[in-house]
């Protein structure tokens, strides 16, 4: 089998722990990276969580902290989604693990230089970092083949009325990577608020072994729906596309960044219609297969230990 190369940038995050999980244990990914950025929490948390999970798994992934604060706001965070920590619920033991001497960008930089293939970006989190690395290597877009993201909307927001939260957090980032001319495709909330896991299969996880009772803690403490009614898993719809695209229904769409408003920063603008007579400059997903995705998840978390 073919495995896609790809790096991972997040934020976790307990929906974020989901999605790296996917990335491990996925045949059909070879996850390369993983960059960390402050979102959910600060990025001084978002590294010692990512490193808590490298060790929990036994994984060897390098590990690159990156910025800790957006291009030009200051930092809002999700604690109260994610709790103080960003994985409250589960007691992670003490380890000697740390990430590479290197910020994120320069992380992502070297690694994109060290293949031999085209990687796959894949961020879950506000896009800072590859901001950042879009300003000082402009010339790595030819080794990148496609950003796969979770962010945005092409309706409502979750952080502000118009805005979803990763977008919202660092506006001028995430507007520098939609000119970029990188390929796109965004996973907005449009279809990860249909990616819901039921109350049913989560009552089965503590009974798939160390991750399935790692998980179950976790979402007992995420605040993204609820055990009762189901909970949303959004930055695991950028996994699911790379895996399952079929599971998708995308369109061809130019989508800008607000990025002053007073009201309105950090809204995705997504002309679906075409009404801006401007060049699409991204795949977006507008809908989802949502028992595909459920029978999805459950077969990759049962390839984890």
């Given at each position: ?191 990860t608020n249909q990616a819901m896991l ?108």
């Open positions: 089998m073919s495995r896609t190369p790809i790096i991972l940038d997040t934020d976790p995050g307990i929906d974020d722990a989901v999605a790296i999980a996917a990335a491990l244990f996925a045949p059909q990914l070879d996850l390369r990276l993983i960059t960390t950025v402050a979102g959910n929490v600060s990025v001084d948390k978002t590294t010692r969580n990512a490193l808590q999970l490298m060790h929990f798994w036994d994984k060897d992934v390098p590990v690159a902290q990156g910025a800790a604060t957006p291009l030009v706001r200051k930092l809002r965070d999700a604690a109260y989604v994610h709790g103080e920590s960003g994985m409250e619920g589960y007691a992670f033991v003490e380890h000697q693990r740390h990430p590479l001497e290197l910020p994120a960008f320069e992380a992502i930089w070297r690694a994109l230089n060290a293949s031999e293939e085209p990687l796959t970006l894949v961020t879950i989190g506000p896009l800072t970092n590859i901001a950042l690395l879009l300003t000082q290597y402009p010339d790595c877009k030819s080794k990148i083949k496609r950003l796969v993201m979770m962010g945005g909307s092409a309706g409502r927001g979750n952080f502000t009325p118009t805005a979803e939260f990763n977008i919202a957090i660092d506006p001028e980032a995430a507007a520098r990577v939609f000119e970029s001319g990188l390929e796109i495709v965004m996973c907005g909330l449009d279809v039921s109350p049913a299969y989560l009552e089965t996880l503590p009974h798939l072994g160390q991750t399935g009772k790692m998980l179950h803690a976790l979402f007992s403490h995420y605040r993204s729906g609820s055990m009762t009614t189901g909970l949303r898993m959004h930055d695991l719809c950028a996994i699911a596309w790379l895996v399952k695209p079929e599971l998708f229904t995308t369109h061809s769409c130019f989508v800008a960044v607000e990025t002053h408003g007073d009201y309105t920063a950090g809204t995705t603008v997504v002309d679906i219609e075409g009404r801006l007579s401007r060049q699409p400059n991204a795949s977006v997903a507008l809908g989802l297969n949502v028992e595909g995705f459920r029978q999805w998840v459950a077969e990759v978390l049962s390839l984890a230990p």
